[in-house]
T-cell receptor, first 111, second 115 residues
Framework: GENVEQHPSTLSVQEGDSAVIKCTYS??????FPWYKQELGKRPQLIID?????GEKKDQRIAVTLNKTAKHFSLHITETQPEDSAVYFC??????????FGTGTSLTVIP | ETGVTQTPRHLVMGMTNKKSLKCEQH?????MYWYKQSAKKPLELMFV???????ENNSVPSRFSPECPNSSHLFLHLHTLQPEDSALYLC??????????????FGQGTRLTVV
């Protein structure tokens, strides 16, 4: 099955700085890569996603890049704000419609 | 309430008990999932159902038994659990179209404690 690795496990940044979270995956057949944000005590919610036919996608302060050759993808958050503090999960979905998640990154934005 | 509802929200059970977790999705999706979320661990995929058919069982112990009576409902039957099974159990659903998936919507989860 798919193996998704995520780094770092914890990340602290000053408000206004950028944050980058990186993930790698093992199954070259995976073709859909969503990112989820989970606030304390709440359910994971999708913040951005990218498909294998796209190299980069941006939505306001959030961007995701995908390198299919190297099998890695990254989440970039610019101009971070305290409300960005949460746990972020990357995921890879293969052709069997199975989502495999990374270990999560706990992001803290310091005011 | 959002599209995926889980009950109960909290459950405490003894190791000899039998209980069931329930998940219901109101989004018209055709795929449903059970995930286990433990402290400092990734979301672990347990079971996948596409069009009510189980397509994945990720080496889950037999003390966890899923049931999908229709595309809107998913159950997880629990019996003779161990303390290490204590975790947050999340249900999710998504729409699969011609093999292409869309985002997974999660329920609020059931916080399970095995004593």
């Amino acid at each position: 099955g798919e193996n998704v690795e995520q780094h770092p496990s914890t990340l602290s940044v000053q408000e206004g700085d950028s944050a980058v979270i990186k993930c790698t995956y093992s199954d070259s057949a995976s073709n859909y890569f969503p990112w989820y944000k989970q606030e304390l005590g709440k359910r994971p919610q999708l913040i951005i996603d990218i498909r294998s036919n796209v190299g980069e996608k941006k939505d306001q302060r959030i961007a995701v890049t995908l390198n299919k050759t190297a099998k890695h993808f990254s989440l970039h958050i610019t101009e971070t704000q305290p409300e960005d503090s949460a746990v972020y999960f990357c995921a890879a979905e293969n052709t069997g419609n199975q989502f495999y998640f990374g270990t999560g990154t706990s992001l803290t934005v310091i005011p | 309430e959002t599209g995926v509802t889980q009950t109960p929200r909290h459950l405490v059970m003894g190791m000899t008990n039998k209980k069931s977790l329930k998940c219901e999705q109101h989004l018209g999706h055709n795929a449903m999932y059970w995930y286990k979320q433990s402290a400092k661990k990734p979301l672990e995929l347990m079971f996948v159902y596409n069009f009510k058919e189980q397509t994945e069982n990720n080496s889950v112990p037999s003390r966890f038994s899923p049931e999908c009576p229709n595309s809107s409902h998913l159950f997880l039957h629990l019996h003779t659990l161990q303390p290490e099974d204590s975790a947050l159990y999340l249900c999710a659903s998504s729409q699969v179209n011609r093999g292409m998936n869309t985002e997974a919507f999660f329920g609020q989860g059931t916080r399970l404690t095995v004593v």
